[in-house]
């Protein structure tokens, strides 16, 4: 049981901790681009990504199994029904949302801190560096939402990880299969785990976070 | 470590408004010049016209008789010659001596050299107690000094003050005026001051002019400006009866 639990809060942790990894790392760099941009097209992105945020995880998850499942196109890969193919699902649900958050962020603090390194003599090189230095709370907020969005997430993963026992099995896909199984005292401390687990990541990037602040 | 500045038709609209309609002035090197006008008048819209903060629709801005280069090395070097502060100042994250040093660090320069120059632009505006300070923390007063100081800790050739004591208490005016002087006596930069305070440009300015409306209505020294306008619209602004 206890050895049941770990592995579960384990297998949970570490495909929402890569997703957001894997999220991360396309989306900040991307975000920082876009909010740097005032031209049309950029604007046009952020619009599309603004959509995207409400993308239903659920609808993520459809759209990875149809991808990942043996007729699909990336079926050969066997992914389906593996912790890789929920990395992927939840690396597809986690990204808009950094990205979306990471250009805002850099957006609105663009115009004063360019302007103030412009009229310093800052090259253009040193004007993003600049940016993206007085952009890092708002993006290490963005990876936190991610974060919070990837170890809370049900649909994508229980579409994409079937929730098999000892393979495939997190957190709240296991509450689920708890609850239709009567097994309510499983599910409350899955539940309690999930909690403490996700208040405990959330107060490490939140002291991070307080380090770059001004 | 002077730079004169030449500026002939300069016009700028925004929106249908023009806020520059031909400005006409010219700077010797070294002196400080300060433009007064009510609020709107385009003031600092004329200073970020200059600092390449803004582009003008047309008109021509000379810098020690050329216009700024093409080239974009020759532009930045130009650009590094030109201080700015702004009213309401941006601090960077981290501490009072990282914003000080921020302009000799893109200048790469690294060192002594950098430990020397924070040190002297603190001192200028005696803030040598809060280097380490944290810059989110200093009152209004200290973050305007903080912007003084990172500004000329780079020895600009020309020195773009916007408003830069508005809403300040008496004891950091004193201090940034005495600053101003200074810089001006050491290095011998040209100094543009803008502000609606007449008894700041009267303290401070060799020359002044007013602008009303986009426009340059009257420039004299300043004892000629305040005691002898020639435009009854200046008179009335010296005499703070001008309504706008």
Known sequence: MAGDIAGITLLSLLISGTSTLVATLIAVPLGTFLGLREI?????LRTILFTLYGLPPVLAGLLVYLLLSRPGPLGFLGLIYTPLGMVFAQTLVVTPIILGITTSVVASVERRVKETAFVLG??????QVTVIKEAAAGVLTAVMVGFGRA???V???YIVGGAIPGKTQVLTTTIIT???QAQNEHAVALGVIL???GGLVYYLLYRLQEKTLP | MTMSLEVGGLMKTFGGREVLRGIDVRLSPGE???????SGAGKTTFLRCVGFLTTPDCGSVRYDGAAAPADPTALLNLRRRIGMVAQNPFLFRGTVAFNVSYGLCVRDVEGPALKEGTAKGLESVGLQGLAEAKASGVSAGEAQRVAFARAIVVRPDLLLLDEFTANLDPTNVNILEAAVREYNRQTGATIVLVTHNMFQAKRLAHRVALLLDGRIVEVGPVKEFFESPQDPRTLAFVRGEFAY
Do not use: H, K, M, Y
């Open chain 1, 40 to 44: 049309g097209s950029a604007r046009l």
């Open chain 1, 122 to 127: 800052a090259d253009a090189r040193q004007l």
């Open chain 1, 151 to 153: 170890i809370s997430e």
């Open chain 1, 155 to 157: 649909g994508a993963v």
């Open chain 1, 178 to 180: 708890d609850i239709q």
């Open chain 1, 195 to 197: 909690l403490v687990l």
């Open chain 2, 32 to 38: 400080i010049f300060s433009i007064v006008g009510p």
